[in-house]
């Protein structure tokens, strides 16, 4: 396949370089709706929000991505994002986000008085939790 069907694809966080490679296409949660980059895509920079990231890969497959926010830049053929935090969803133990979610949900609903930093902390919390879940269940259908 020629390289003018292709992307350069790369998703980094603080900690590591969770993916890099060519892929064909990407569907990024971006704040203002969700988008697909497809080889050729006019160029933008745009704030992420906690979600599920979806790429169709040179053979065909399905790699989902969860993220927590963070920024994508789309170039002619290439997609960079920088993400708050990034986890391939087969890595994801689907249990223990529930967990972690219900946690926070349980704070948020134990605290009579929040203020507005706790609160975001809380909702970003369950947000993040939420888009891992998400990304977990999305794999898993895609593997049956």
């Known amino acids: 396949m020629?390289?003018?069907?292709?992307?350069?694809?790369?998703?980094?966080t603080p900690e590591r370089v969770v993916l890099k490679e060519e892929i064909l296409q990407v569907t990024?949660?971006?704040?203002e709706?969700?988008?697909?980059?497809?080889?050729?895509?006019?160029?933008?920079?745009s704030v992420l929000k906690p979600g599920v990231l979806e790429l169709k890969k040179i053979d065909g497959e399905i790699e989902i991505i969860s993220v927590s926010g963070g920024f994508v830049e789309v170039l002619l053929n290439k997609v960079i994002i920088l993400a708050d935090t990034a986890e391939r969803a087969e890595e994801i133990d689907i249990e223990r986000a529930e967990e972690a979610r219900?946690?926070?949900e349980e704070s948020l609903k134990d605290m009579r008085s929040?203020?507005?930093?706790?609160?975001?902390?809380?909702?970003?919390?369950?947000e993040k939790e939420l888009a891992r879940v998400r990304s977990a269940k999305?794999?898993?259908?895609?593997?049956?």
Do not use: C
């Not at 020629?2 to 980094?12: L, P, T, V």
């Open 28 to 31: 990024v949660p971006t704040q």
């Open 2 to 12: 020629s390289d003018q069907k292709r992307i350069k694809f790369e998703i980094a």
């Open 138 to 144: 999305k794999w898993r259908s895609l593997r049956k």
């Open 114 to 126: 929040v203020d507005a930093s706790q609160f975001a902390q809380l909702a970003a919390q369950i």
């Open 33 to 45: 709706g969700e988008i697909t980059v497809l080889p050729k895509h006019s160029p933008l920079v």
């Open 102 to 104: 219900k946690r926070a």
